[in-house]
């Protein structure tokens, strides 16, 4: 065994929005990745068009600088711990991590669950302090509260002594003394370079590499990512794939990629320590899988990833208004995509639902499913989706459910309206602390049962000033019963074109979802009812027409404003009989019975029972 001094392999990790594709794109510029002409847009590494928009990472992805004659392969990870599947088979790729951490807001919830990972796995994190240039930056308080929360989640010695490196990745600099600016980001890639282990190889062993990505190629078809653990591999060698449930299978290797920039480069050779893309004519592949040597198929252990904490139903879509917008309406085209979406999709669990007409979808959280949702739309796909529940389990007698670890920064004239929300969803305040300029930052442990549907409701109480990160923390014994939506629904009563007529009649019964033009039909619903029941309204009622005139009766009509829901609000708004309607044009929301008579029913029979 020996180490390869001329390579290193790296991922950023951090929470969401504390800067690590805007690092990824200043080291880029560093290396001279781009000429000086050349014009570039901010966050390269985020190619998804929803990353973009969300200004968010949710797929891991690969690119290569060189620095001072070595090769350093970054790999960008999500910061949201819905995507920790992600983030956990992208450890196993590299050999070092550098955890970035926000100059004011220090750790946060996903800072302490993507560092958790890398520790267990033995790396010993960079760390580095981000956005130095805000002027209420308080780089020594971060940096304090880094050492307590590598103490707290066992560090050893070797990874309690961390190195740190202080940027303001925006603009481009880097700096190892957090009294002075710097000029470039030189200081942190020379940091990689001197603390980051380079890889420990065995060139002479058989080659042995386990798949950590799956992509697909239109020409090469499914194409297997990862680092070679041992040997060496050429193009056009027989090598042997072993599943999960250890069966081998032979194939030969058409092309052989590496990663040079954000592009990949063909190469006849690569070695141990090398991150490598393989294409193979692979018919299957999953990630997780072991590409060996023909002559001994021996395999890597599996990739072990986080269980999830949520579920949803997926259906086709029944309502009368399906197929005005999508072209993937069967529930054979349904069950294909989730099966392909399994694939990479590790953290995902799919199966049939009771009664088999809909699949239960389990994932990492409600973010984590919602993507995917979005993703189907996006593709021309038609489907409902249920209300999200927990995932149970059983230790022994006692069942546990998920609880999540929450912060919440909000102005301190509203501090106790979130407390009283949290608290009456069985949260627990673990810690309150004074920001800056007023603002106030409350830690809470809650059931993630209580999580579904707050985050509107605070947003409601606050005035849209409340900012809530959580993550998963431990499973505890069932809470007991939750709180949950106060007010009922108003619902459709027929088929129609909604009129600012009737909207304006019954603007006194709630706020509504729709506006005047739009398409409703029997079972939709509507708006959200001021009281705790349901309401059918009739939105279609049109004023009725005289030769008759007087000033009061031409009056303009004037309504408040529609509330137009994302896609997350829309699944937090659900209550348990009602569906979200997902298309590629509109999200709407109806109830599981469209007739109100069914409904009648089904609430006599629920009652009795």
């Known amino acids: 065994m020996k180490r390869r001094h001329d390579t290193r392999n790296i991922c950023v990790i951090a929470h969401v929005d504390h800067g690590k594709t805007t690092l990824v794109d200043a080291l880029f510029r560093q290396a001279g990745m781009f000429r000086d002409n050349e014009t570039v847009e901010e966050r390269v590494m985020d190619a998804n068009d929803l990353e ?117 990745a925006k603009n481009g600099v880097a ?65 042997a794939r072993i599943d999960r449930a250890g069966d081998i299978s032979f194939t030969k290797i058409q092309k052989l990629f590496t990663f040079e920039r954000l592009e990949r480069k063909e190469t006849d050779t690569a070695a141990a320590g090398d991150i490598v893309m393989v294409a193979a004519g692979f018919k299957k592949l999953d990630i997780g899988e072991t590409l060996a040597n023909r002559d001994l198929p021996e395999a890597l252990p599996a990739i072990e990833i986080d269980e999830p904490t949520i579920s949803m139903n997926f259906s086709i879509n029944t309502s009368v208004f399906a197929g005005l917008s999508g072209d993937k309406l069967t529930g054979r085209s349904l069950e294909d995509r989730l099966m392909r979406e399994l694939r990479s999709n590790l953290a995902l669990r799919v199966k049939r639902a009771e009664g088999g007409e809909a699949f239960e979808v ?89 999580l579904i549907g707050m985050q509107s409701e605070l947003m409601t109480e606050t005035r849209g000033c409340a900012v809530v990160t959580h993550s998963f923390h431990r499973h505890i014994p069932w809470a007991g019963p939750i709180e949950g939506r106060r007010n009922g629904s108003l619902i459709s009563q027929d088929q129609g074109i909604a009129t600012a007529y009737a909207l304006d009649r019954l603007s006194d019964r709630g706020e509504f979802f729709v506006e005047p033009g739009a398409r409703v039909y029997e079972g939709m619903v509507v708006g959200e009812n001021n009281k705790e029941n349901d309401l059918v309204v009739k939105v279609t009622k049109g004023k009725k027409l005289t030769n008759m005139r007087s000033v009061s009766s031409d009056d303009t009509v004037r309504l408040a404003p529609p509330r137009i829901m994302s896609l997350e609000q829309c699944l937090e708004y659900l209550a348990d009989d009602e569906l979200a309607e997902v298309t590629p044009d509109s999200l709407r929301i109806r109830k599981k019975l469209l007739n109100e008579e069914d409904r009648k029913k089904q609430r006599k029979k629920t009652e009795a029972a």
């Open 175 to 239: 700096t190892l003394d957090p009294g002075s600016v710097g000029d470039s980001m030189a200081p942190l890639l020379d940091t990689i370079i001197d603390k980051v282990e380079p890889p420990l190889v065995n060139l002479k062993e058989p080659f042995r590499m386990l798949v950590t990505s799956v992509l697909y190629d239109n020409y090469l078809g499914l194409m297997a990512v990862g680092k070679v653990d041992r040997g060496t591999v050429r193009a056009s060698e027989s090598i």
């Open 52 to 168: 973009k928009e969300r200004g968010i990472t949710i797929f891991s992805k690969n690119a290569a600088v060189t620095w001072n004659n070595v090769k350093i392969n970054i790999v960008d990870t999500p910061g949201h711990a819905d995507f920790g599947g992600e983030v956990q088979r992208i450890m196993k790729m590299v050999d070092g991590a550098l955890l970035l951490v926000d100059a004011v807001d220090g750790p946060m919830p996903q800072t302490k669950y993507v560092l958790k990972n890398a520790l267990e796995i033995g790396l010993a994190p960079v760390v580095v302090i981000n956005k130095i240039d805000r002027p209420d930056a308080r780089p020594d308080w971060v940096l304090n509260q880094v050492f307590d929360l590598f103490a707290a989640l066992g560090a050893n010695d070797r990874q309690l002594d961390f190195h740190t490196v202080y940027t303001s």
């Open 362 to 450: 389990s994932g990492r959280g409600e973010l984590h499913l919602s993507i995917l949702i979005e993703t189907m739309r996006r593709e021309g796909y038609e489907l409902s989706v249920s209300r999200p529940k927990i995932i149970t389990k059983t230790v022994g007698d006692v069942v546990m459910e998920p609880e999540e670890f929450v912060i919440v920064d909000v102005e301190e004239e509203y501090s106790g309206k979130v407390i009283e929300k949290l608290g009456s969803r069985r949260g627990e305040l673990k810690n309150m602390a004074n920001m800056e300029k007023g603002q106030v930052r409350l830690e809470f442990t809650i059931p993630a049962r209580g």
